[in-house]
């Protein structure tokens, strides 16, 4: 399987620059199931393998969504020190009011003008889902919920959440806020792999606060689901992000523009079952192992190959397997000189028409800038590449 793929691979390069490679990346997707959600993405934790994809970057409301990007902030300010978990702070008569007991939204009654510690906070928003405790937090750590919210975005930016923007802590209506299915898999994926200890609050049972009893606002939890939330925003429809593992398996998952409650149970416990259960592992590269050949122009050579910096695998389906292509993409033309173990290109792993995953391809060797007939012999096959 890996030679046969390895010569595709070797075959693509060339045909590729041929056909403007760099067209490559808007290929749409297929989706593999059908379901009900308007916006839906799920990638398998280990490899990084998409195993389904709709309309991933099409933007929707956050709604209470949006609290797992306030967790974000107060667990990485947990892990650099800036606050600790015994860290406390007031509860203001905005944050009482606006998410607190008198709000009638989701709330952990914290007591206004009481004092609540990070550790319980955190608790309260993953737990309870609640408003009050990200409005102190926001207040606490920024002096404003509007300036937290501009934390919240530049974060998610750091974390490669390209579509995402956020107004406020809490995911309460605004007119700003979005975010996409593909974004919130992206932050699902560091919360856990970040977490540490800490990630155990999502799947909590209960919380008692203020002498008031709850249980764990995720009705999604259990087989196998032991993270993330839910959303709801008017006119949008209910959405989710789910963590999910089985048999050592994990995957990450967001469905949004679902129509009630009980679809988005549903579809939720369903994709999930299907991710994790009707896919197979395949081992393609190893780890510095060649993938293929692309041209050097000016240089001492006028090819270098490429490798990966990694164990490359992707799972593919169990039943009606298509068949694995490769196709390399770099910005063209290559100009030497290069040193090795540079990031010249991006490998693009296929199964049929759907990109799978994309892996960095790094140069192998150095090559040294050529003399002047080797530069003038790489500009005429530029020009002439360039024709063609």
């Known amino acids: 399987m890996r030679e046969t793929i390895k010569r595709y691979l070797r075959s693509a390069v060339l045909a590729a620059v041929c056909l403007n490679i760099g067209a490559v990346a ?43 990007m306030t967790v974000e902030l107060v667990v990485s300010a947990l892990s650099k020190g800036e606050v600790s978990p015994e860290t406390s702070y007031p509860v203001s008569e905005y944050a009482w009011r606006t998410g607190g007991a008198p709000s009638r939204t989701s709330t952990m009654f914290a007591a206004l003008k009481s004092s609540v510690s990070i550790n319980d906070l955190l608790t309260g928003i993953i737990v309870q889902n609640a408003n009050d405790g990200c409005l102190i937090v926001a207040e606490g750590m920024a002096g404003s919920d509007g300036a937290f919210a501009k934390r919240m975005t ?15 802590s809490t995911g309460l209506p605004d007119q700003v806020s979005q975010t996409t299915a ?34 764990n606002k995720n009705s999604l939890l259990g087989n ?17 992000v789910v963590s999910a593992e089985r048999d050592s398996r994990r995957i990450y998952l967001a469905l949004a523009g679902l129509p009630d409650d009980k679809t988005r149970q549903e579809e939720a416990r369903r994709v999930v079952e299907w991710g994790l259960t009707a896919f197979e592992k395949r081992n393609l590269f190893k780890d510095r192992e060649a993938v293929g050949t692309i041209a050097v122009y000016g240089g001492a050579v006028s090819s270098i190959d490429l490798a990966v910096h990694e164990d ?29 173990d540079h990031k010249a290109a991006t490998l693009r792993i296929f199964s049929g028409e759907k990109l799978l995953r994309e892996v960095p391809l790094y140069t192998q060797q150095a090559v040294a800038k050529g003399t002047l007939t080797q530069n003038a012999t790489g500009a005429l096959k530029e020009l002439l590449f360039f024709w063609l």
């Open 224 to 240: 196998g689901i032991d993270g993330m939330g839910l959303g709801f925003a008017e006119g949008q429809g209910f959405s989710t």
């Open 312 to 340: 490359v695998s992707v799972l593919v389906p169990i039943n009606n397997p298509e068949r694995l292509s490769g196709r390399i993409v770099y910005n063209w033309p290559l100009n030497a000189p290069l040193e090795a």
């Open 154 to 168: 530049a974060r998610a930016k750091e974390l490669g959440m390209a579509n995402s923007s956020f107004a406020n």
């Open 26 to 68: 808007a290929n749409a997707q297929t989706a593999p199931v059908v379901t009900k959600a308007q916006q839906a993405y799920m990638i398998d934790a280990e490899t990084g393998t998409v195993l389904l994809s709709v309309n991933e970057n099409t933007p929707f409301p956050p709604a209470s969504l949006a609290k797992l």
């Open 182 to 215: 593909k974004d919130m898999v992206v932050l699902a994926s560091h919360i856990h792999r970040s977490f540490g200890d800490r990630y155990g609050l999502f799947s909590k049972p209960d919380f008692e606060w203020n002498r008031i009893f709850q249980r």
